[in-house]
């Protein structure tokens, strides 16, 4: 059996297509030691940490309508100046609490809420404070900033993960008293969105614990989503059509370069067969098309597993990059 760290992509509607990646991991005997994710793929991490398999995975999500996290009062569905007016008042067209309930309840099938019910270091989601322009890797950090991450709520640590910019609401993170004495309530909080906007495949995240060479080595692969609608330009007509390009090029091409250079000896390449990011309305055919092209893709990476190649090329980078 082959153990290994797998940090997942964030993409949207698209995250099926990394659980069919997974149910090529598992038919290939692949078990994951600790899983990482940013947005979409925090959700995928989360619930493998929590115990799912891809089969039941596959289940949830071809079983769930994505339009029934887009809620909002019936106000702010007036036509142009409603939405206009959320953004205005909430930073966001939607709030983004319809989908941490909904994981929350999945999560909670497995008898998993906070991240002490989980092993200490199996989940690791990466999210945007933007209040201080740094990435929050998460559980960890939160006890840096005086919160006990042991009780912190898993479904919220992923909704924060999946809070993409303007689309919905940030998560305000709100900091211990000792932290902001004397503060004006409204700076007592952090703004956090979605981690795509530093980080949308942070493969580094174990790359310290991975350069033993003793016969401990844990590999890192990453599964990431391919394409980006690179043949289908967007059709900018207005503010909220130059809103959704921008966000959807924010969460395809971000760490692009990385990929390319340094982590294509470990990264499963799943085209996404031009689904956008923010296609809430995905048919039932279009997602088993994309889990059918995860779990393609995965199998040909894992057909052609070497572990030997894996460490002489995880090596040969790891001593370039430090």
Known sequence: MLRINGVFQGGGVRGISLVGAVQAAEQHAVQFERVAGTSSGSIVASLIAAGYNAQEMKNIIMDTSFTKFLKRASIFNISLIGPALRILLKKGLYSGEALEDWLRGVLKTKGIQTFKDLPSGKLTIIASDITSGKILVLPDDLDKLGIKSADFDVAHAVRMSCSIPYFFDPVLLRLP?????????????????????????????FDQEGTRTDGGLIPTVGFQMVGKNSNQPHNIKGPFSMLQALVET????HDERYIEQENRYRTIKVPILGVSPTEFNITHEESLLLYESGLRAGTKFFSDWSSQRYEEEFIKYFQQAF
């Open 177 to 205: 008293p000792k932290m902001v004495v004397g503060r004006p309530f409204a700076e007592q909080f952090d703004h956090i969105v979605d981690g795509a906007l530093l980080s949308n495949l942070p493969l580094w995240l």
């Open 250 to 253: 924010m969460l395809s091409a």
